[in-house]
């Protein structure tokens, strides 16, 4: 086992990370290093035969990386604890007992080299936070070691059972608590077993959403933008008056959009959605309606379960016919919709 480290010199104005190596005895060491949350003690184990290439940027974002190879998780003692374990799977690679690393007594992400769907799945069981599929590139690696840290690190409180988030942050939520939206936009979405994305849902200010257990259905609740939220347990939220109503908006905003993913052409349910959207954060303005909340056309794509240029071809052809438009530009854009169904799901 060999731990490295990165140290820093001048290049070009910038700072570049250049990897040591040490041994396990030595005391891990950082220096020049911006001091960032990056700066976390990872775990890499696994088959990394022939990939060391994707742990660079690891190293130029200043983690501490500890590489063993093995069934076994470490061989002598670490100088830390890692705050994260990255397990590459081989064909022959074998899953840890989830007892050994779990996503509570040891987090871990896995990145499938073997490319078996079977293999997500069972990784998953055995504990992963996430799974990364074969052809995953070195920044992807990257922005899930990120993500997964983000996830695993408490919240900063805003004030008295309040929290923060950034944009795209992950938001962790106990099975046993509910969640209301206070300022900002939470995403829900599900992770399938190929690395896919879906999208479940948008909920807005004063809008509720309930903990999940750890389980194969792999759901995770995103920062659509800079959020606010509070998080009760269920026997004190249930004490609010308004309780009941908000859980049965929720319930109605849950079986619409399923509703709209179940119509048969593509253009019906990327309509559908844009039409609860409106529903939900739309405002007027002269004869439109526009839909004040940023979504690309990938993330549509992720909620009607197709391509993002398919989705980009079909917003084409309503723009075309007259059903939408779009003002601004970048991340002020906004789809406006000339005509709305007239739904009333209770989602404001």
Known sequence: MIALTGTT??????????????TPHQATTT??????????????????AGAFESLAPLYG???????????????????????????ALGPETPLPARGLLSSREQPWICWNRSDDPERDLAAYHAGALTVLPADATASVL??????????????????????????????????????????GVVAQTVIHADGSEVLLGLCGPG????????????LQLVAHTDAVVSVRRWDEATTNPTFVERLRARLRQMEAWSAMGTRHYLDQRVVGVLDLLAEQFGTPQGDM??????????????AVGATRTTVTRILGDLRTRGHLTTVGSGA?????????????HGLR
């Open 61 to 87: 974002a200043g983690y501490r990386l500890t590489l063993t190879t093995g069934e076994r998780t470490c061989d002598c003692p670490l100088p830390q604890a890692p705050a994260l374990t990255v397990l």
């Open 142 to 183: 990257l922005q899930s070691v990120c993500n997964a840290l983000a996830a695993l690190a408490p919240a900063p409180l805003a004030s008295e059972g309040e929290r923060r988030y950034t944009r795209e942050e992950l938001i962790t939520l106990p099975s046993e608590a509910i969640l209301e939206v206070r300022a």
């Open 207 to 218: 809008q509720i959403l309930t903990g999940h257990p750890e389980d194969s259905c792999c």
């Open 289 to 302: 309606i526009v839909i004040d909340v940023r979504i690309t056309h990938a993330q549509l794509a992720a």
């Open 31 to 48: 220096t020049n290093v911006v001091d960032t949350p990056s700066m976390a003690q990872l775990l890499i184990t696994g088959d990394w």
């Open 332 to 344: 002020n854009e906004r789809f406006c919709l000339h005509t709305l169904a007239g739904n009333d």
């Open 9 to 22: 010199q001048s290049h070009n104005g910038r700072r570049v990370a250049q990897p040591e190596l040490e």
